[in-house]
């Protein structure tokens, strides 16, 4: 049985927990990671160039895009109509769904929150699931395919397992693609837990007074 933690997760994508009567902000491991550098390339600000002019678009930035598909698929893991579905995320949801029909899937978990008050972090873990009988704990990307995810998913592992969650999960990240195909890459590294560690120990380092 997973511990209860009285911790909610505000608009702003902020954490807070309560503790000792209080609400305490926790940070959550996407922050630590950009504020040590991991992947500064990633969510680093677009500058605008002298003179440029930005035309409306109506199509979404690839955050708002990532944003939409995890919405929708977590409405269908939890059984709810999602129908009709814009056209420019059709082709991801779709390779979800493929995903789903070309594995034997059992959902344990979804969208939850983890957190760790030892190294004083938080996090929301997409899914924990059962692939083809294999025990895991599944992030959905949109985007690029990195290393760094194994740090990610190393540190909702730890918290999850921490929180009394079932253990031994094998680490992946979904890739979903425009193309309406997905990609299921595994993490195995052992150093990608003290990786993320040491990025906790910086992150507060850098907060000491």
Request: aromatic residues 10%.
């Amino acid at each position: 049985m997973v511990k209860k933690i009285d911790i909610t997760l505000d608009d702003a994508h902020v954490y807070r927990v309560a503790m000792d009567g209080n609400l305490r902000e926790v940070p959550s491991v996407t922050t630590i990671m950009k504020d040590v550098g991991y992947y500064p390339w990633v969510f680093a600000d677009k500058k605008e160039e002298p003179g440029e002019i930005e035309f409306p678009s109506d199509q979404m930035t690839p955050a708002e895009r990532g944003t939409a598909i995890h919405k929708i698929t977590e409405d269908i893991d939890r059984g709810i109509e999602v129908d009709p579905i814009d056209p420019e995320l059709l082709p991801y949801i779709e390779a979800y769904r493929q995903f789903k029909s070309e594995n034997n899937i059992t959902i344990t978990s979804i969208e939850q929150i983890i957190f760790n008050k030892e190294f004083w972090y938080a996090g929301a873990l997409d899914r924990v699931m059962q692939i083809n009988t294999v025990p895991a704990i599944v992030d959905i990307k949109t985007g690029t395919q990195l290393k760094v995810t194994g740090v990610q998913l190393a540190a909702y592992k730890f918290a999850w397992e921490k929180m009394d969650g079932q253990k031994d999960l094998v680490r992946f990240a979904l890739h979903l693609k425009d193309t309406g195909k997905y990609k299921l890459v595994p993490y195995r590294n052992r150093q990608d837990l003290p990786d993320f560690l040491a990025a906790v120990r910086v992150y507060n380092r850098k907060r000491q007074t």
